[in-house]
C-alpha cells in the first residue's frame, strides 16, 4: 500500500475534492481494510478502492454530511493573525528552492526526515565529514537569503 498510496490518494481528492476530506478518506478506507486483511485474496489496492468508493457514498448518503449549523449569532472568537508565519514559511520554502540540490537534500534528510548523519551519509553516498559540511554550508547560505531569525524559529 505505501507504494500506491500517491495514486490512492489521487482518488480520495477527486471523491472528495477536498485535500483534509482526502486524507480522513483514504485513512478509514485502510484501517477498514487492515481489520480484513487475511479474507482479501488478490489485489488488495482494487479492495481498498472500493472500500473508499462505499464510505464516500456513505458520507454523501448520511443526512448529515453537508449540512450548516444554524446558530443565533456567530461564536465571538478572536482569531490569532498568522500572515506573518505564512509569509515566512513561504520564504523559508523559496529560499531552499534555490539552495543546490545536494544542499537541499542535506537539509531534508537531517532535519525535515531527522536522520543522523550517518544514515545521511549512507543516504547519499558521501562521508560523515562531507554530510556536516554540506549541512554547514546549507545552513550559512539560507542565514544570507532569509536572515538569521528566520533560520532560528523554523
Known amino acids: 500500500m505505501a507504494s500506491r498510496s500517491d495514486s490512492l490518494i489521487r482518488l480520495a481528492y477527486v471523491l ?3 485535500q483534509h476530506a482526502a486524507e480522513d478518506l ?11 486483511w487475511r479474507r482479501i485474496r488478490g489485489n488488495p489496492e482494487a479492495y481498498v478502492r472500493k472500500v473508499m468508493y462505499h464510505e464516500q457514498v456513505g458520507r454523501w448518503r448520511s443526512p448529515r454530511w453537508g449540512r450548516e449549523r444554524v446558530v443565533h449569532a456567530p461564536p465571538e472568537q478572536l482569531v490569532e493573525d498568522r500572515t506573518r508565519e505564512v509569509e515566512d514559511r513561504l520564504t523559508l520554502r523559496q529560499a ?4 543546490p540540490v545536494r544542499k537541499r537534500a542535506v537539509l531534508v534528510l537531517r532535519y525535515y526526515e531527522d536522520l543522523p548523519e550517518s ?13 556536516r559540511s554540506q549541512t554547514h554550508q546549507a545552513v550559512a547560505r539560507l542565514r544570507e537569503l532569509v536572515g538569521e531569525h528566520l533560520i532560528l524559529e523554523a
Open 26 to 36: 483514504l485513512q478509514t478506507a485502510l484501517m477498514k481494510t487492515a481489520g480484513h
Open 119 to 131: 544514515e545521511v551519509a549512507k543516504i547519499m553516498g558521501c562521508s560523515v565529514g562531507t554530510v
Open 16 to 18: 472528495t475534492n477536498d
Open 96 to 99: 531552499l528552492r534555490a539552495l
